[in-house]
């Protein structure tokens, strides 16, 4: 079991609100921290969104994130897990952006990852939009590409934008395929929904053999259903998992910048999570929580509410 | 297939929240323009809410949906319909109201639609209250009776308000089914819920055949059973779909002055749209989003979302 | 059927947004009005959250809770009931609680509660934080322990906070069973949910008997089973109804201080009231209402359209 | 003094945030009450924004000013007066206006204001948009017509809108002036400002000797020289004081319809009401305060504010 | 006499809430139309914030501040200036700005301008970030450099930032002076205030000599006496106006990514504008304008004012 | 000069959106910490509010006032201090209060500064209601009692409230000068203002020598002439300096719970803390910022505006 210096503030000795705000009230060990070693999964924050596209605010979301999870508690009310006790889980701060610069920031973020990977941790990204996700991919599957869990409204499988723009928030999966990141195999995109440009990214999706279950889909066949399949198709390999916060509706999660209509409500929110059980999960994001669109700090609750699953499954891995 | 004129811009050339805002980035055509005569179907907006007895503010909807509806592509994802492609869609402007003279106001929609309808346009129209739909109606069921789809949480079929006021928000089908315009057997009223002054409406309703579905057998029977009754119910004559935007729970549409709470989520806001498919359309309405009570501009989100659906649904019609 | 005196103003003489507002615009009769003793059911404010361990707010729950209330009309959509014409009902005015003395306000509280079970008036009460449940229940339970039918998201069993404070909105109804006011057999806890400390309370319950029906039983099995199971456990005897509004998912009833994510909708809200019919309900509170945090005032909203639901179900026991 | 009836409840017995909410927390003493002819000051709330031609909800102004009201205590802070115990104050409440019925709602006030003279009450109103007080002049001024000082940003002088529209917030003094309700040359508006249509208003009130002192002279002159002049132009006659709280900067006041920038402080709100001392005032009002665009309640705190700064000079004069 | 064309709908035939949004109601005249050659002075919206170091959202103020002008009237209070009728006046559209690209959109920036200046056209730019000056400057500056009368908080005369970033919202003078854009003897910038990082932009500015009023000096002095050295400094030749609405105090203006407390107030924020007069102003622009820090849209409001009183002054040049 | 562990991290390498936010990004170093005692001024929290009698919230104070914080820069404008450099500044983390027990956490409170004293720390607190100050003063002012400068515009000086309790954020000083920790002849409160419930409080400052600026002399002498006065009455002696935010007029600091109309602006805020200059002041606190009523987080940005420049003079003190 993990020892106290690993042991998040407990809310009866130091209310909820109180505090120094960390990652679930976890300790801040930054990487030149003298115990980084012992951390088996790191809470960091990328607060950046120099590739959004539409609305912007992301590069608040790491600081809001943190602030709404000093509500989150120790145990989990339906496993009983008790990541905290299960693995060392600590808050390995911040990586800093270029806001002005997006290459970069790109480089800057894969070069914190890879140390990250080096020391053995496995990492629960609080974002940034959804192009944080290719310079993570960039340190972690360095190696062999990963299948991936990928929950959103949008694949983010575009080419390009604006005459060819090849780095936004819209392109991110397009890239981590082409630059052998991801193996399209075993990739599958939940909940996809709302207007349209036109097919290019279906198209690709099809080409590649990404497999798509759109939102209809998703309500007809309910959570079980589709997540069986989902894990059937990322299978027994390594595996990201990332959590596109617009995948949920906007009611439930107005501070995004790209929401879509129609989607899954709170509770499917969490119960797709708890139906990662089994998969080889080696790092999963949590993007595009933009706090200015966000006026009651729901959506960064929901945000951290729906990390503190996945680190239970991904504390689970590691019993 | 639609000219080059009647394309809205795309969100690759001039991003979405770049621009001056017309309806889904379509070109603006003024009653006066000379290519008014291509119109197929015309959005409009009604700016208006002396009919409201509650909370004000609708008279500031279509100014936020036009905003909002810069969010909406070109291409509809379950359908993969492209309706500014089918049809040629425009931008018909504001009519004009007169915020301090209730009649006055409503002779400038009935004249405003006259040439709508003269023009051979099928309007889609962004209230407003609900009064609005009836001087909208004057002019579309001038020559005969029209059937109607219904969408909200209260009948509007009350016979008056304060001691005779015989022109509220609460009225207009009842105006409408007393002057001709609406045909009750060929009415049907969805969603319909929330506490009740007396049962004065409901029994107006049914002695004139006119088909209440409350909220409860809503949920009970789920939206396909519900929209192929619908459907029965409209028939094939020409119908008119009214869209009170308080027929959605409060939760997803805070944004209107009257909200009743136990309504449908916004994934079932949508679905009742694409069951409307077959119906005879000739004009329809989103009417009773109040900007003032939507503080995060979800609900005029959600309304132009809509609105995008029935687009679809009409453009279908003409193809 | 009750006289003039109790009937509500209707808004066809005076709009619902005129007026000073009291509990559903019922007539104010203080506990030394001359017609208290004709009083029936009496809804009584209690703002107070000097208990709250987390987000403070509930004190001002009363106020916004009669502001919102004035929306609310006569008559029962579902069932046709008419409360205010089948009981004589009251606004009874507010506990002036002490908010830098928890004790202080407790006696308060009892010795009003002790004069409105007195004058044989049924208690709706609107809180205060859920701590103002036990000064209520010593006074109506004085003579036997009550049962109670209790929608939530935590269990309020704690045993003490903060090193050996015993008196919190967490342990009001260890409290109660310790004193004998709740018959802990006859106790259903139904909604709970959430990260939690441990499980310290669920073995107090496991050990007195009380059922806890939690988030993911009960959407599992739905309103109508669980609440037959509900009304099973509470059975003929005098029965307490307690409605702490973070029962409902917090993108419903966002104005509250510890909410937790996957929760019921605003449908299900209600539903759970209507299934109540047939107890024996000598007092129900809505608590937990914080208007800080419910910038749009839908929770507000939301908790007196639950009222009403409670108040017909009551009404309806006195016919 | 004053009797205890009379007297508000001290936020010493009953915090300040608990309890029905009337004007100042003094009884509530409809028309019909047995004591209503022992009221010297009544505050009356006219809930009416049908003259409104830009951004409505004045309507929801008495509700949010009682709200807000329950913040004020018994003592004037520089006077000393105590204006609850100088005179008997009473909450009227509201005069029932027809939303949907301009005409019908001025015939109403009218009449409540004619029982108000009639029992020799000097009314303190809370709007209501500025159109209010035209019927309110209709009812004091029926004898003779008054001097009045009147606080805006727009002189409320035009001749009509909207093709000859003659009752909107705009025409109130223009009617009242023609009507003999005002003595035009006992008339002084102060702080005018803003972009302008075109200069009807002025020359109108130049052709009539209306006194208009623009937000320029009075940032140059100060408070208390602007006031020595306002004082003499109303001189010892019967005068009404008119307060548009769109007078003050829009930064302190954003609660309101029509606001224009660079206008007075709060402090300078609160100076001009102690400048009034000396004047004959048989009526005020505090007008176009809109709550759904006052998100923090500021505006709503000042216009109770002032409104207690002019009950004092009131309460002053009939010592 | 301008034109019918050119003049903005009147609020007395359409309400000012009512209408496609354009730049205070004037006609859109994009670059391709017809009567491009007409327009004296052009209002341009460069919705971009790409060079925002700390919080974004500038991207959204073309919008919002169209929005926002509709309640801009035809005539100057004080001066009575009537700039629609004294030149001819449009609104030119948005700058499309590529999100992801800082060259890219800077390029695209500049050659709209070098169109614009080409047709004779005097800019009135609504930003975006401060960044957006330096693109503009390129084509107003291209022959010969220009004085600049500059409000704001933050002298923006930065090397660069975050190891060696050149193109930031708080580098564009110091590029725009290293260009030859600028004539730093001709520089004034008023209203420096707000904790510095160290004093290189100071020492910068000196060695140029470029004259920095701080706002201790401007509140001391006054705002005649600061303008008066302002002009004198920018003198008779081809000058710039730059206003970066965090120059006015948060409180007054919270929509801006890097408010600085004790500013001018809003009174102020205008007079400095018309202390503008007898400048020969060939561009000028309102940068900075932040929507989602802007929740009551006042910013806004008082952005176009100020963009209001600088057209006016802009329009008198011609006279 | 300080060393670089106490250098806060710079917005030049870090974004000031990044990092776990504590005070000032200074380096967080608890009671236990190793280099505690090389700290010379210590930035500490108390999340409490149990001393609030109307309003709640100042619980949350601490956690806005870092996340605000991080917006601060090194070097004062004005004076060009960089107090990071001049002395040992450091986040001592919060006091954890117990939110439903006053006196435990009084206890707790002092207990916290008695080690803060004895390791020869001066405190810069963030409240907190005000009842905050007194625990801290009991630390401080072990020894002998202090002088001390009070921006408030309310004195603090009753002696209960609600029938006899003693500790309420209206009593602090009153219990202070009781327990001989204040020296009432070196006390001046500043700002005093608003609507009085009786004129007990300035009895008992009349009767101990307490000396009150009111709002009007302050309005009229103006900062430097009130603050010189201010300096002698606190003279050479050990002086505490308490910042009530509600000294701010509301406009500019609307997040607070007792706020009162026609203070001072956000300039003279700052104004009075650099008149402080020459004073011995070995503590000061911010109290009574309440993020609930701070919807744009700018009373938070003023509160830490204010604590900077109190900073500076206190590092200054140090030189």
Not at 34 to 39: A, K, T
Not at 129 to 148: E, F, I
Not at 219 to 226: C, F, L, M, S
Request: hydrophobic share 40%; net charge negative.
């Amino acid at each position: 079991m993990s020892d106290d210096f690993f042991q998040p503030v407990s809310g009866f000795e130091l209310p909820r609100f109180a505090g120094v705000p960390t990652f679930m009230r976890l300790p801040h060990v930054p990487l030149e921290h003298e115990r980084l070693g012992e951390v088996d999964i790191g809470l960091i924050g990328v607060p950046w969104d120099s590739g959004t596209t539409n609305r912007p605010g992301p590069r608040h979301g790491p600081r809001q994130l943190r602030d709404a999870s000093t509500m989150i508690r120790a145990q989990h009310a339906t496993s009983g897990m008790r990541p905290f006790e299960a693995v060392n889980c600590a808050d390995l701060g911040d990586v800093g952006p270029n806001p002005a610069d997006i290459m970069d920031s790109m480089e800057r973020i894969t070069a914190f990852y890879d140390k990250v990977k080096a020391a053995g941790i496995r990492p629960l990204t609080a974002g940034g939009d959804h192009l944080t996700s290719l310079p993570v991919l960039r340190a972690l599957a360095k190696d062999a590409p990963l299948g991936m869990v990928h929950f959103d409204s949008h694949t983010d499988l575009f080419h390009s934008y604006f005459n060819g723009t090849m780095y936004t928030h819209g392109t991110p999966f397009r890239r981590a395929v082409e630059e052998g990141l991801l193996d399209p195999k075993r990739v599958v995109q939940i909940g996809i929904r709302g207007t349209m440009y036109d097919s290019e990214d279906r198209d690709f999706a099809r080409a590649e053999g990404i497999r798509i279950i759109e939102i209809e889909e998703f309500h007809a066949r309910g959570v079980e259903d589709v997540m069986a399949e989902a894990r059937e198709i990322a299978g027994d390999g390594e595996t990201y998992v990332s959590y596109d916060i617009d995948f949920v509706d906007p009611t439930f999660a107005p501070g995004t910048g790209t929401p879509e209509v129609g989607g899954p409500n709170s509770f499917q929110a969490l119960q797709v999570c708890r139906e990662l059980q089994g998969l080889n999960i080696v790092g999963a994001d949590m993007v595009e929580v933009s706090p200015p669109f966000d006026q009651s700090g729901g959506t960064a609750f929901l945000g951290v509410s729906i990390m503190f699953e996945i680190l239970c499954v991904m504390a689970g891995q590691a019993g």
